[in-house]
């Protein structure tokens, strides 16, 4: 029964044994996993490094774009206000026009009769002018047979 008991203990030391071998094997290879892991970690770590700070520089010039189109659009609202001001002018010259041509339409309309009268009389003035011209040349053409 002794050895039964001394069997025993061996084949319970070779168990234990044969798991702390396992156990070895499986944490090394747990290790290389971690270092692998760690190495990728740090690659990483500097491609996020890389990548944050063109990030930056991007966002850096997107205010300075930003800043840029916000400048730019201020002038225009001073170009935009110009012209406004410039087409409301211009609205005035119209109406102030159409208020002439109405003003002067008006008074041809009203006036029609006398500048009528004005033009009959301008030409009988102009026909008894001629008469005048032509009595005149023909005293002279017959003072000079004479």
């Known amino acids: ?13 070779i168990a234990f044994a044969v798991l702390v071998i396992y156990l070895v094997r499986t944490l090394k290879s747990a290790n290389r996993t971690l270092e692998h892991v760690a190495n990728t970690m740090a690659g990483l770590e500097k491609q996020v490094n890389g990548i944050t700070r063109e990030t930056e520089e991007l966002l850096h010039r997107t205010n300075r774009l930003a800043d840029d ?6 002038s225009l609202n001073t170009v935009f206000s110009s012209v406004k001001e410039l087409g409301d002018s211009v ?52 003072g000079g047979e004479k």
């Open 1 to 13: 029964m002794e050895i039964l008991l001394y069997i025993s203990a061996l084949v319970a030391a």
């Open 69 to 74: 189109i916000q400048e730019k659009s201020e």
């Open 91 to 142: 609205g005035q010259v119209n109406q102030s026009i159409k208020h002439v041509s109405n003003t002067v339409s008006t008074q041809v309309v009203k006036q029609s009769d006398q500048i009528a009268k004005a033009v009959q009389w301008g030409n009988v003035a102009i026909d008894l002018y001629a008469k005048f011209k032509q009595k005149q040349k023909q005293s002279e053409t017959q």
